[in-house]
């Protein structure tokens, strides 16, 4: 597993939130989309026919089902926030590929 930075704000959100540090790190590590969020903030999540190709979980055991719709917000040194984004795509409408 990866290290990351997160911030304080992140750690306390995703416990909130129900995210575990592993589905961050995989989050992280197979994020197909971004988007530019300004102050050189990015989001980046796994698009639907990204996880679709994991099948039921990630190599490292991760289940896709816990991932669909979690977004990372990341700054150029650390994770600022994470969050759910099940219901609309307005956040990510100007997403375009990370790779």
Known sequence: MTRFV??????????????TPAQIDAIMQYADMECPRGDGCV????????LSRFGSSTPEGVSTDRLQGVTVVQGDEACITVFRNRKSKAYRLSAG???
Do not use: D, N, P, T
Request: proline letters at 0%; charged letters at 30%.
């Open 97 to 99: 590929g990370r790779r």
């Open 43 to 50: 989001s980046i999540w796994i698009s639907r026919k990204e």
């Open 6 to 19: 997160f911030s304080r704000h992140a750690v306390v959100r995703a416990q909130q939130r129900g995210i």
